[in-house]
Every structure is written in C-alpha cells, then in structure tokens.
C-alpha cells in the first residue's frame, strides 16, 4: 500500500486547510486510515482516524474544528487552526482491525510522506 498525502501549507490563525490521502495498491485490505502529527519536539500525535464499521475517532485537541472522511481517498478538513496545529501530518493505514487507542498507541502499519502545515498567529 502507497500513500500520498497532499494540502498542507501556510494559514493564518482562524483559518481552514484541507488535506488529502490517495491510497495505492492493496487498498480493499485496509481497516483503517488516520491522520497523525508530529510537531518539533513533541511526540506523533493520532488526531483522527476511521475504520470500517467502526466509526471514527478524533483526539480531543482538534474536536470540533477537524473532520475526518474516507471514500476514495482519506480527507482532513481543519477548520478554526490555531498555531499549536503547526507540524507535519502524516496520512497513514492498517489492515490490523485494531481500536483507535491501540493505533494511537502503536502507530499504523503503512505511512505516507508527512506535509507541512504551519498556522500564523
């Protein structure tokens, strides 16, 4: 499985980013696709992901202002950024069906180039 990430880029505070994730390869064996990020010196964060038939999850720091949706590729509308969104973000997937706290645990099998997303204040 490949993974493509794209959107990133410069936003001032308040503003909206969008950020997508095309998948290749054995695709139909995927249980899950999220989003995580890394901002400098910080530990990989899970903000979101989404397994078949069992929902989504999005970690409380972004709640209500990132969705997260899948059809033919994996999306992330961020809304409302605010400068502590600064870091790159990482599209990643499993066929593992394991829960989101284990993968925010763990981290998840196939993982594309991070994209940067930086918010000015």
């Known amino acids: 499985v490949q993974l493509q990430a794209s959107g990133g880029g410069l936003v001032q505070a308040g503003g909206s980013l969008r950020l997508s994730c095309a998948a290749s390869?054995?695709?139909?064996?995927?249980?899950?696709m999220g989003w995580f990020r890394q901002a400098p010196g910080k530990e990989r964060e899970l903000i979101a992901c989404?397994?078949?038939?069992a929902g989504e999850y999005v970690a409380d720091s972004v709640k209500g202002r990132f969705t997260i949706s899948r059809d033919n590729t994996l999306t992330l509308q961020m809304n409302s950024l605010k400068p502590e969104d600064t870091a790159d973000y990482y599209c990643?997937?499993?066929?593992?069906?394991?829960?989101?706290?284990?993968?925010?645990?763990?981290?998840?099998?196939?993982w594309g180039k991070g994209t940067q997303v930086t918010v000015s204040s």
């Open positions: 989404i397994s078949s038939g």
């Open positions: 990643a997937a499993d066929s593992r069906r394991a829960s989101a706290t284990y993968f925010r645990n763990y981290g998840m099998t196939y």
């Open positions: 390869g054995r695709t139909s064996s995927l249980y899950a």
